[in-house]
């Protein structure tokens, strides 16, 4: 069992959440117990997980995306009310990291992916945009197929690039509108959780492959790493929880 204000504090150590303006409050949420002894992490702070974090007596919800977003109704009621009723009547604090868990160089989105995808030199090259390189050069088929053996999702692939893939550059999320960065870095593909309309025209014009893998499938892996190093941090017992979303 560990205190929940010195776990807050030290993830606010390793992240550090000030530097960051972000689209929503960084750290504690919504204050459940005091005592710490089981973490759920998930993606989102959606039902289906505070459900499963009930089933697993949890105490504290660890999410990339939790709430009070800037521009969203600031009432409580309906699908919101819901949500935060169930961590007050189970005593579960809830506790959020977006930007700062995207940036990390070590526990972050996008340093995570990199592992799961096995880029080699992985490197931040401005805002949150990373750049890396293949163990071996690949067709723009298989890189498609390696996306999907390790997300477990099929990604749309666009765009018009080199006949072998081998630099690559991505961002984690929504983060189509920085394809303009992989670009400027000289790439041949990009990869990203979502995609909008001039994307597409951007890769095919631009000549880069655009790989988009789906904004939940590539946001799994930021949290699971922080949860973890809380539990070896803290001695609590930590669980990822993964609600599907195809998106």
């Not at 692939?157 to 630099?167: L, Q, R």
Request: negative net charge.
């Amino acid at each position: 069992m560990a205190n929940r204000n010195e776990i807050l504090a030290k993830i606010n150590e390793w992240l550090q959440p000030e530097g960051y303006q972000d689209y929503a409050p960084n750290g504690l949420q919504v204050e459940g117990s005091e005592n710490v002894s089981v973490v759920v992490s998930g993606v989102t702070a959606s039902q289906a997980l505070i459900d499963e974090a009930v089933k697993q007596n949890a105490d504290m919800i660890l999410v990339h995306h939790g709430y009070f977003w800037k521009g969203e109704d600031q009432t409580i009621r309906g699908m919101k009310k819901n949500r935060i009723k169930q961590l007050l009547d189970n005593d579960i604090n809830l506790v959020a990291y977006h930007l700062p868990l995207d940036d990390h160089p070590e526990y972050g989105n996008n340093r995570q992916l990199a592992n799961v995808l096995n880029i080699q030199n992985p490197t931040p090259i401005g805002g949150l945009v990373w750049q890396g390189e293949l163990s071996e050069p690949m067709t723009p088929e298989t890189f498609g197929l390696h996306i999907a053996r390790a997300l477990h999702r099929q990604p749309l692939h666009v765009g018009d690039g080199p006949e072998k893939i081998k630099t690559v550059a991505w961002c984690t999320g929504a983060a189509q509108g920085f394809i303009n960065a992989a670009l400027n870095a000289g790439v041949d593909a990009y990869i990203s959780g979502e995609i909008s309309e001039p994307t597409t025209h951007t890769a095919r014009e631009c000549g880069i492959h655009y790989f988009t893998a789906g904004h939940h499938a590539t946001e799994r892996y930021g949290v699971q790493a922080l949860g973890e190093a809380l539990a070896r941090e803290f001695g609590v017992k930590h669980q990822f929880i993964d609600c599907d979303n195809p998106v």
